[in-house]
């Protein structure tokens, strides 16, 4: 009867603890930042961008997002890891919305 208790109870803790060590993320004032891609998920249209001053920062692009390189419109495709961006983004609450997505090389 017991270990019918502790397997759930022990999936359960090893669960929280890998979710409690996922990638930590920051959030800043809406405004424009410098930064470079850490991380491209294209299932999720997300990027992580890490910024000049050591944040990380956790983007999910929405339909009006604009994606630009050398001022013409891209594909998100177009995003690597490594790449340097600006970007714009605005603050709603714990969140982040990027409005624009500069590719700067």
Do not use: H
Not at 3 to 18: E, G, R, W
Not at 40 to 65: H, M, R
Not at 88 to 104: A, C, F, H, N, Y
Request: some cysteine; aromatic content about 8%; proline content about 4%.
């Amino acid at each position: 009867m017991l270990s019918k208790i502790l397997k759930p109870v022990a999936f359960l803790s090893v669960f929280l603890f890998m979710v409690s060590c996922g990638e930590s993320t920051d959030v800043v004032e809406s405004g424009t930042y410098q930064g470079t891609i850490k991380e491209v998920e294209p299932s999720k249209d997300e990027i992580y961008v890490t910024t000049e001053d050591n944040k990380t920062l956790e983007l999910y692009f929405k339909e009006d997002t604009e994606l630009t390189r050398d001022g013409s419109p891209v594909e998100f495709s177009a995003l690597e890891k490594g790449q340097k961006v600006e970007v714009e983004v605005e603050k709603v609450g714990k969140r982040l919305d990027p409005i624009s997505v500069k590719i700067l090389e």
